[in-house]
């Protein structure tokens, strides 16, 4: 049975679901599926109240929710489809998905046999879904990073399926779209030169000036509404969080005090020649999926140290803020997760907490993260970075950005080149790659200000993206040819045309 398309387009909306959303896009198409999980509900459409938005969804994997924590095997017995199968099967991050899972999903789907058959029913689940209606495009508006919808992903790109996935720029109200399995024309983020529009201009002005100011300006507004939480308010979150589970809690603060008491105070490294490396917020969509083989901070210290080391540099290890300031993962952060990092060399530091982090970074050699805004923030200040992941910064390139790289050695020698460059040359190069990419990006043009942004307002940056998005396919399926034509020319609206 061999695929073919229709002219149907799927979209993901995930968290971002909501009744306006909805009707709004389906204004833009009437034929518009808006696919979800029944195994990891987020915003479900199907519960919404109106009858337009529940007939518009196709909830993919309802048929193996026997009871609610309970998933059975697939009772799709056609459809075995054995390279799609073995292919999406074969994904190293399968297993480490569960982690998003609740503690009851987990608990009762804990042997490794039952969750390897979990995996290879959502699969099947997810050939049925797109051999039945087969979408001709399917939107993510955003990287699915809990397992059912992952897979679905997998699939569609394993089928050929083409697959438009809004992903994060270095702009945080805008995104980029990444296309796959675009026969027509692979999308490309060509860099266009400099924006003529006067309040682009402005806008990455102000964000390029914002983020090279004092770290009181600026820091993410929301690690400003994080820290601005009384100690009580934490803890009536945590208890709320983890319910009865008030192990977790203690082993939370065993771990803070871990960190602590093997962390150093900056004037401890006045004399010291290091690489600083920012550790993220973990399970997370920017290390899972999109850390790849590096979603384990220990993977990244061990290879980066063992490139650094020969150079006589060593590394300065900065926890996230976030990671204690509300509910820590005794998963990704075990007990021994800080002595396993010293554990790894002599010359290994883990940076006080409470400090600045700008005058960390200003200090340094280089920078590192997997796929952290800090990349972005290092660069700014003159510094050179490493990523390890899919960060960012796409279609960027430079002796002074190293994010590619066979082994150790191979990293240890563009980081030698990377900290001989000016931290001038660095600067004026990303500053013209901010601005070159902005015309490539989805969202408001204009930038507010970190100072007035919020999660909403990020929310409504989000839907306006993915209302840009969906007008420009539906606008090309239109067309005489129906070939989905992504190439810069035909975004000329995203800044002309924002939809309010």
């Not at 518009?56 to 095997?73: A, H, Q, Y």
């Not at 990287?143 to 702009?171: D, N, Q, R």
């Not at 995104?175 to 309040?199: A, Q």
């Not at 200040?381 to 002074?400: C, D, I, M, N, W």
Request: some cysteine; hydrophobic content about 35%.
């Amino acid at each position: 049975m061999k695929f073919k398309s229709s002219n149907s387009i799927f979209v993901y909306l995930g968290a971002n679901a909501n009744r306006e959303l909805v009707h709004q896009l389906l204004d833009l198409d009437s034929g518009i599926r808006f696919i979800e999980s029944a195994l990891y509900p987020e915003q479900q459409q199907s519960l919404f109240e109106d009858k337009l938005s529940n007939e518009s969804v196709i909830t993919f994997d309802s048929k193996l929710v026997l009871l609610p924590g309970i998933i059975g095997f697939t009772p799709v017995n056609e459809y075995n489809k054995v390279k799609i199968i073995e292919s999406v099967m074969d994904d190293k991050l399968l297993p480490l998905l569960w982690t998003r899972f609740n503690g009851k999903m987990r608990w009762q789907n804990l042997s490794e046999v039952k969750r390897y058959e979990v995996a290879y029913s959502l699969i099947k689940s997810s050939i049925e879904t797109c051999f039945t209606h087969k979408p001709s495009i399917v939107v993510f508006s955003y990287e699915p990073h809990m397992l059912p919808m992952y897979i679905f992903k997998k699939v569609c790109e394993a089928i050929g399926i083409k697959t438009c996935t809004m992903i994060i720029s270095p702009f945080n109200w805008k995104v980029f779209l990444d296309v796959k399995n675009n026969r027509n024309l692979e999308f490309n983020r060509t860099l266009l030169g400099k924006i003529n529009d006067e309040v682009s201009k402005d806008s990455v002005y102000r964000f390029i000036n914002e983020k090279k100011s004092d770290y009181s300006v600026a820091k993410p507004f929301y690690e400003k509404r994080n820290l601005g939480n009384s100690f009580g308010n934490k803890l009536i979150y945590k208890l709320k969080e983890y319910g009865r589970q008030t192990h977790n809690l203690i082993l939370g603060q065993i771990a803070f005090t871990n960190y602590k008491r093997l962390s150093i105070k900056r004037s401890g490294l006045k004399n010291v020649n290091y690489v600083c490396v920012f550790l993220q917020l973990q399970p997370e969509q920017t290390t899972l999926p999109d850390g790849g083989l590096f979603v384990h901070h220990l993977f990244v210290i061990q290879m980066l140290y063992s490139a650094v080391s020969p150079l006589g540099l060593s590394l300065v290890i900065r926890e996230h803020p976030a990671t204690f300031a509300f509910v820590k993962n005794t998963k990704w952060r075990p007990r021994d997760f800080y002595s396993s990092i010293k554990n790894i060399g002599p010359n290994i530091y883990l940076d006080d907490i409470n400090a600045d982090p700008y005058s960390l970074i200003k200090n340094s050699s280089a920078v590192s993260a997997i796929t952290g805004t800090v990349l972005l923030e290092g660069l700014l200040l003159g510094r050179p970075v490493v990523a390890f992941g899919k960060h960012p910064l796409k279609e960027y390139t430079s002796t002074a950005f190293v994010d590619k790289f066979a082994d150790e050695v191979e990293l240890r020698d563009k980081v030698a080149k990377a900290i001989e460059e000016s931290p001038q040359s660095i600067i004026s190069d990303f500053e013209n790659y901010l601005h070159m990419i902005y015309p490539t990006t989805f969202g408001p043009c204009e930038y507010i200000g970190n100072a007035k942004m919020s999660l909403e307002k990020l929310r409504e940056s989000r839907y306006n993206a993915l209302r840009q998005v969906i007008e420009l396919i539906t606008k090309e399926y239109n067309s005489k040819t129906r070939s989905l034509d992504f190439s810069p020319a035909n975004k000329k609206t995203k800044c002309d045309q924002d939809i309010d």
